[in-house]
């Protein structure tokens, strides 16, 4: 099984700011199956980018991946007061399809 | 539009068994998979297994293998998760979701979560 681990664990940033998340895999992700998710409070996952950086429907272009093989990054280019929330990301080549632990985007 | 609905929560006694539902509506359901996957208390999401309610194709985390039975009704275009004899450990909120195929394709919609509470 592949692991994932994201860092920073928290990251604290002021709206305006850039947001830079980064997720590291233990192998290579098959044909960089990786997508990133984000979860506000008491709200399910919601998708924001998939095949490391294309934007799933209806999200701002403010949001951006990229990456391959083992690393891959989620950018946020200027934050709104509605992005601070926990990002995850995920690969779904290989079966089963491991989530990272999670980063936190809490306002400074 | 695409929905997906879940059972509403639930409060269970150690060693009692549950089943909860996820119905898809707004696309059709046997031509997709639906997941499960679990968060436990303030912690991250552990994808659990897949369906495809086409024809019962079903895959599990080597993690959940034995623990859980996901299963489909295609009929009424509803999954389900269900537990033989709760643990304590089982307390989570589950989460099922959509996706095109068993490989290669993320989770795009999701519903909004079944909360699981077990205690004595």
């Known amino acids: 099984e592949i692991v994932l681990t994201q860092s920073p664990g928290t990251l604290s940033l002021s709206p305006g700011e850039r947001a830079t998340l980064s997720c590291r895999a233990s192998?290579?992700?098959?044909?960089?199956?990786l997508a990133w998710y984000q979860q506000k409070p008491g709200q399910a996952p919601r998708l924001l980018i998939y095949g490391a950086s294309s934007r799933a429907t209806g999200i701002p272009d403010r949001f951006s991946g990229s990456g391959s093989g083992t690393d891959f990054t989620l950018t946020i280019s200027r934050l709104e007061p509605e992005d601070f929330a926990v990002y995850y990301c995920q690969q779904y080549g290989n079966s089963p399809g491991t989530f990272g632990q999670g980063t936190k985007l809490e306002i400074k | 539009e695409v929905q997906l609905v879940q059972s509403g929560a639930e409060v269970k006694k150690p060693g009692e068994s549950l089943k909860i539902s996820c119905k898809g509506s707004?696309?059709?359901?046997?031509?997709?998979?639906i997941g499960w996957v679990r968060q436990m208390p303030g912690k991250g999401l552990d994808w659990m297994g897949i369906?495809?309610?086409?024809?019962?194709?079903?895959r599990y985390s080597p993690s959940f293998q034995g623990q859980v039975t996901i299963s489909a009704d295609k009929s009424i275009s509803t999954a389900y998760l269900q537990w033989s004899s709760l643990k304590a450990s089982d307390t989570a909120m589950y989460y099922c979701?959509?996706?095109?195929?068993?490989?290669?394709?993320?989770?795009?919609?999701w519903g909004q979560g079944t909360l699981v509470t077990v205690s004595s």
């Open positions: 707004g696309y059709s359901f046997t031509t997709y998979w």
């Open positions: 979701a959509r996706l095109v195929s068993s490989c290669c394709h993320p989770f795009d919609f």
């Open positions: 369906i495809y309610s086409g024809d019962s194709d079903t």
């Open positions: 192998q290579s992700v098959t044909s960089s199956y």
